[in-house]
């Protein structure tokens, strides 16, 4: 059954649509279940379960068959969210009969619910005519079949909800939050260059150029080809010199280069045109049973990817961006967004990646709107469409009403007025009402992050990402580069204290130049222990740090995802190296303070000892939480258990704290929890000498602290403390929040209800 389970999920992903992915999995589950019956019921927008396909029902029942949640016993499969195997179908309370489907011949049943993202998409049933038991197998099968079909079924859902817009109501697109504030504007795909999977879908204006410059592309790869060929050509043998002139046979006139010609002539992009037909092949061939041909799928892909390379370099750098571009793809990088020229970026949504990657970091600390995680996005076929993105609730909307956009344009302008507000506060102290105190500090890493973080009143940085602008460059940055890049930093803040991270690359940051690949990236090559490996990497970001402190002194430096007491102090080698190199080539500097971050369990756990070797400790409760609950920040699937104010990640904070202040070390906190108005009240309770947060909570954060006293901040810690789930945090959050006020600060918007 492995092998029909297969092959009929390869047939199923090359199916151009729903409906051609119904068929086949009705007649193919049928025949590999040797039953009379297989149908599938998909849920309609009112929530009802229809038939939507079957091979052995009467035909004339598809569309007909409608039955409501908990209704006979396919809506019983539905509701009960568990598989029903009935030997005897009649004889189940629940049995109903409908003539149009001429079911009454059929006595045993077996229907399993098909479910994507916990939602219940629709029920896949097999029957037959005698009594039969369907065995733990059969049931095993089903149960596989309709897990793989689900994302399928959603995917198809959502891409086919999409062409109906125009009519209909505007289409919804769940993700993750990334960072806060909507925004109404036009969308711009990004895709990185030769991706052939994010190609935008485009129509070209003028075909005779279209063409001309589709065939221009494919001489350059032929050349490119032959050219590859004769340089090895005394090292290939004869199969893989078959295998080049089987390339330059693809590229020909009657091969794939036919099928894309007749695309463009109908008016299609000659990039857009070229993938799809590529996709196709790859797709088939991926789909044969005998194992050489199957492997020529990626001899397809490969030139596919060459020839787009091309088709998109000329397009690549005279992209437009309008006035209110909308980002949007499927793994967006830094660069990506430096791309955008200044001013026009208004939102971003990421097919993938979860509101703790690094993007949505990014995203917030430059406050632009984001969605993460948005997986049934058909975002290829987007370019240009105008879209509103939610980012406070997760949501995207394409084509939207005008009613939705005059409601999204009523909270767009209740945040302008918010903001205002608050600009009031940039010059007023961070304190409670008892004039307790706690250090406002910003987490930067672009150069525009400093300008905004000194306009919003930031008395310090606690976390500069070093590697930020190493990931905007092509190639690691020279001493000197980074000297002045660091020297820019030190100077804007100044005589403010700067906290440069070392280097932070792997989990899901790399530099285009430096690739990690590796299956487990979060729990693999990453931080100090990439750096530690490249002492040279190390030491010439340490000596680039402390020259460009010289005469400024305001220099602090911070070592990430330490785990183990050896790497500080092999790091501390390093770094006492560098300075007595410095001062002997006659640099006037002084040894900055070292911290390290606590940012893993390990680390927690040996606070103590931490703390007593180093100047300061930083908890980077981002990976903290990642590593506490084993939930990948990333990771959109379990985005929902990602729970920063869980009780244990709060029961590490406050013990971190208290082991830090007994040794006399201050410790701050630089993950984004710092930047959550209500959590930051928590945090101060807890004795967080430094919130470091993007630039873009700041003033919320100050309002919230200047808000209440220090004896209600600890109470409502207190209070949380002794609650058993982060649900239940939340609530009593939400309420202290309420009661007070301070909602529309700490959860804008939270209580309209636009969803429909
Ligand atoms: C953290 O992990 O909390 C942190 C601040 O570092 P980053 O988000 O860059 O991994
Ligand atoms: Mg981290």
Same mark, same amino acid.
């Given at each position: ?51 939507? #396909? ?13 039955l409501a949640?908990n209704e006979g016993l396919v809506g019983s499969v539905?509701a009960r969210?568990?598989?029903l195997n009935l030997e005897d179908a009649e004889s189940h309370p629940k049995f109903q009969y ?9 006595r045993?049943f077996?229907g ?9 998409? @629709? ?42 817009? /125009? +009519?209909? *109501? ?78 330059? @046979? ?19 992009? *000659? ?28 001899? =397809? ?10 088709? +998109? ?29 200044? /001013? ?46 939610? @980012? ?62 000194? /306009? ?5 940085? /606690? ?34 204290? =700067? ?42 970001? =340490? ?7 010289? @005469? ?50 390990? #680390? ?33 699937? =379990? ?18 704290? +208290? ?38 909570? $700041? ?18 810690? #207190? ?22 006020? $301070? ?10 209800? $636009?969803?429909?």
């Open positions: 059954m492995l092998g029909a389970l297969r092959s009929i999920v390869q047939e199923v992903n090359v199916a151009p649509d729903l409906n051609s992915v119904l068929h086949i999995i009705v007649a193919r589950v049928k025949t590999a279940m040797t039953t009379e019956v297989c149908s599938v019921y998909l849920r309609n927008s009112m929530r009802e379960f229809v038939l939507m #396909a079957t091979d052995g029902l009467n035909q004339s029942a598809v569309g007909q068959v409608v949640l539905a969210e568990e598989p409908f003539p149009e489907t001429g079911e009454e011949r059929y045993s077996l399993v619910p098909i479910i994507h993202q916990r939602q219940v998409l @629709g029920v896949l049933v097999v029957q037959q005519r005698e009594k039969r038991k369907f065995d733990e197998g059969e049931e095993a099968f089903l149960i596989t079949m309709s897990a793989q079909l689900a994302a399928v079924i959603a995917h198809a859902e959502a891409t086919g909800a999409l062409r109906g817009i /125009g +009519q209909k *109501a505007e289409a919804r697109f769940l993700g993750v939050p990334g960072a806060s504030g909507v925004s109404i504007g036009r969308c711009v795909v990004s895709s990185p260059l030769a991706d052939l999977n994010s190609v935008p879908h485009t129509m070209c204006m003028a075909v005779e150029e279209e063409l001309a410059f589709f065939q221009d592309c494919l001489s350059e790869v032929r050349k490119d080809v032959r050219r590859l060929a004769s340089e090895l050509e005394n090292r290939l043998n004869k199969e893989e010199r078959i295998l080049f002139d089987a390339y330059i @046979g693809m590229l020909d006139d009657t091969s794939l280069g036919k099928e894309v010609t007749e695309r463009i002539s109908s008016g299609f992009g *000659a990039a857009y045109a070229w993938s799809e037909v590529i996709l196709e092949h790859v797709k088939t061939f991926s789909s044969m049973s005998d194992p050489y041909l199957r492997e020529r799928a990626s001899d =397809v892909r490969d030139l596919g990817s060459r020839v787009l390379a091309y088709l +998109q370099e000329a397009t690549h750098h005279d992209r437009v961006y309008p006035d209110n571009t909308i980002l949007v793809g499927e793994d967006l990088s830094a660069s990506v967004l430096a791309d955008v020229p200044q /001013g026009r970026l208004k939102a971003i949504v990421s097919t993938r990646g979860s509101s703790n990657s690094h993007i949505a970091i990014l995203a917030r600390s430059m406050g632009i709107p984001t969605v993460m995680g948005a997986v049934d996005l058909p975002f290829t076929r987007l370019d240009g469409r105008e879209l509103i993105v939610d @980012g406070y609730r997760g949501t995207v909307y394409i084509d939207p009403s005008d009613s939705l956009k005059a409601r999204y344009q009523e909270i767009l302008d209740d945040d302008v007025k918010l903001n205002e507000e608050l600009e009031s506060l940039k010059d007023l102290p961070s304190e409670t009402q008892d004039h307790h105190r706690v250090a406002l500090w910003v987490n930067t890493g672009l150069v525009a992050d400093a300008m905004i973080s000194i /306009g919003r009143g930031a008395e310090g940085v /606690g976390l500069y990402r070093t590697e930020i602008p190493f990931m905007l460059r092509d190639r690691f940055p020279s001493e000197e580069e980074q000297r002045q890049t660091y020297r820019e930093q030190l100077k804007a803040f100044a005589p403010h204290p =700067v906290t440069m991270r070392t280097l932070d690359i792997g989990g899901d940051k790399s530099l285009p130049y430096f690739p990690i690949e590796e299956d487990n990236p979060f729990l693999g090559w990453r931080g100090i222990r990439v750096t530690l490996d490249h002492p040279e990497i190390f030491l010439s970001q =340490v000596r680039a740090m402390l020259k460009a402190s010289e @005469g400024l002194n305001n220099l602090r430096i911070m070592l990430p995802m330490v785990s183990n007491i050896s790497e500080l102090e092999i790091a501390q080698m390093l770094l006492y190296r560098a300075y007595d190199e410095l001062r002997e080539e006659g640099h006037d500097i002084e040894m900055p303070p070292l911290g390290v971050m606590i940012e893993v369990p390990a #680390a927690v756990f040996q606070t103590q000892e931490f703390a007593s070797r180093v100047d300061f400790l930083s908890v980077g409760s981002n990976d903290l939480t990642q590593y506490l609950l084993a939930v990948d920040r990333n990771n959109p699937r =379990v985005a929902d258990l990602y729970h920063s104010l869980h009780p244990a990640v709060l029961r590490a904070l406050v013990y971190v704290v +208290q082991e830090s202040h007994r040794q006399g070390v201050p410790v701050s906190i630089c993950g984004e929890l710092a930047g959550d108005p209500a959590a930051a009240l928590l945090l101060m309770a807890m004795g967080f000498d430094v919130l470091s947060m993007s630039a873009s909570n $700041l003033l919320k954060v100050k309002s919230v602290i200047r808000s209440v006293t220090m004896r209600q901040a600890e109470e409502l810690l #207190a209070e949380v403390m002794s609650l058993p789930d982060a649900e239940s945090i939340n609530r009593c959050i939400d309420v202290a929040f309420r009661q007070t006020g $301070l909602s529309r600060i700490a959860r804008p918007h939270s209580e309209i209800k $636009l969803d429909h």
